[in-house]
């Protein structure tokens, strides 16, 4: 396959499914604010982090969910590596990503509990623009994690107003419910 994309793209929806009957022992926000105030990152139905999450299976292997531009501006991109090697090199002192672990905030607590039932990368078109694709272009939007008790999806997505959202943004989301993804635009094809 001589398709740099097409590659990606395999190499990421592997990293997906392998999270299949795996659990999370630890997860970690990524962001530019402060996670020692849950007021700026916990939106009851879904979180901020900002930049990306990463998540710390059970063998201690990591997975980092951060958006990106491979696929157009913006998507989801998922990595079988720590967050570190995908944010900036600047210090917290000088503007650079802070992060907090939040493995056992109330709403992933309650899933953690239970390995991954089920997860994928949900591509969509019509979310990220690629200088020089003609038509529209497919685009990691979120990775999707069904637990026993319920689901999450990190989603490549931003506010833009109090009632509309930009799906396919240069930040990132955890939404926590069905209602809140549906709200937000979510495509409902998961």
Do not use: C, K
Not at 104 to 128: F, Q, S
Not at 135 to 164: C, Y
């Amino acid at each position: 396959m001589n398709d740099p994309l097409a590659r990606r793209r395999l190499e990421m929806d592997r990293i997906a499914r392998r999270l299949a009957r795996r659990r999370i022992n630890a997860v970690t926000y990524w962001g530019l604010g402060s996670f020692s105030d849950p007021s700026l990152w916990d939106i009851s139905d879904w979180h901020l982090p900002v930049m990306g999450v990463e998540l710390r299976l059970d063998d201690g292997a990591p997975v980092s969910a951060v958006w990106g531009s491979d696929f157009g501006h913006f998507g989801l991109e998922l990595y079988a590596s720590p967050m570190t090697d995908h944010v900036t090199a600047l210090d917290v002192d000088d503007g650079g990503p802070n992060h907090g672990t939040v493995t056992d905030h109330p709403r992933w607590a309650a899933l953690l509990i239970d390995p991954i039932v089920d997860a994928r990368l949900v591509w969509a078109e019509g979310y990220a623009d690629r200088q020089g694709a003609v038509g529209p272009v497919a685009a990691p939007l979120a990775l999707r994690l069904n637990f026993p008790n319920g689901r999450i999806r990190i989603i490549a997505a931003m506010e833009h107003t109090d009632d509309r959202w930009w799906l396919g943004a240069d930040e990132v989301i955890v939404a926590f419910t069905d209602e809140f993804a549906a709200s937000i635009g979510y495509p409902d094809n998961d």
